[in-house]
């Protein structure tokens, strides 16, 4: 059985005992799980149901050691910005922040 869920204006296939990184949320300090409740579709065993945007009911539970542990950083990104006979030229780098979890169980 799989889902898509949508989470920070992205969409993910998500089956049960798969890691994904999100984008980084506001979580509390004790928190060792994470409700992801805007399910947009659940199949693979036989009956499909889809959602209108989303399933009613419906969620993926996930878990990760610590919130301090699951942040992860992403892949490095340059942007550059080039002006043509200006002499002008910029570099700079970013490493965005996600949050690495499991997917432990899809309810709905």
Known sequence: MYAIIEQGS?????????????ELT???PEAKTIELD???FIGGD?????????LEG????GSFPSPAAAVVKGKK???TT??????SQRRIG??????????????G
């Not at 036989?46 to 989303?54: D, E, H, T, V």
């Open 10 to 22: 992205k969409q993910y296939k998500v089956a049960q005992g798969d890691q994904i990184e999100i």
């Open 26 to 28: 506001d979580l509390a």
């Open 38 to 40: 805007k399910v947009l």
């Open 46 to 54: 036989g009956n499909n149901r889809i959602g209108k945007p989303y």
């Open 58 to 61: 419906a969620k993926v539970i």
């Open 77 to 79: 990104l340059y942007v």
């Open 82 to 87: 080039f002006r043509t006979r200006k002499s």
């Open 94 to 107: 970013h490493r965005q922040k996600h949050l690495l979890i499991t997917i432990d169980k899809i309810e």
